[in-house]
Nanobody, 117 residues
Framework: QVRLVESGGGLVQPGGSLRLWCAASGFTFRMYPMNWYRQTPGKERELVATIGEFGRNTDYADSVKGRFTISRSNPKNTVYLQMNSLKPEDTAVYYC??????????WGQGTQVIVSS
């Protein structure tokens, strides 16, 4: 079955860095674009970054542009999110998603990122 497992979150001070990763299984990963989202309780889920099937096309939310980098390894069935210069407003649960797989209907458990001094 389709499975998305996000990892790498934790507590970090403002200005610090974290690298998140999402391990995918149960579908042909290399055929699908991948997204990273984040969500804070009580707020709508926000699209953070997107990457094309081959990793050559990437896009970012204005709030993270210049600080976050999305990448992928198709042989490893994994998508990454490198987060630098973290701010308190980056605090959220981060999720990966394949938007063209069953209309983006599969989600993992997410990984918590807390940016605080």
């Amino acid at each position: 079955q389709v499975r998305l497992v996000e990892s790498g979150g934790g507590l970090v001070q403002p200005g610090g860095s974290l690298r998140l990763w999402c391990a995918a299984s149960g579908f042909t990963f290399r055929m699908y674009p991948m997204n990273w989202y984040r969500q804070t309780p009580g707020k709508e889920r926000e699209l953070v970054a997107t990457i094309g099937e081959f990793g050559r096309n990437t896009d970012y939310a204005d709030s993270v542009k210049g600080r976050f980098t999305i990448s992928r390894s198709n042989p490893k069935n994994t998508v990454y999110l490198q987060m630098n210069s973290l701010k308190p407003e980056d605090t959220a649960v981060y999720y990966c998603n394949a938007p063209q797989l069953e209309a983006g209907g599969y989600w993992g458990q997410g990984t918590q990122v807390i940016v605080s001094s």
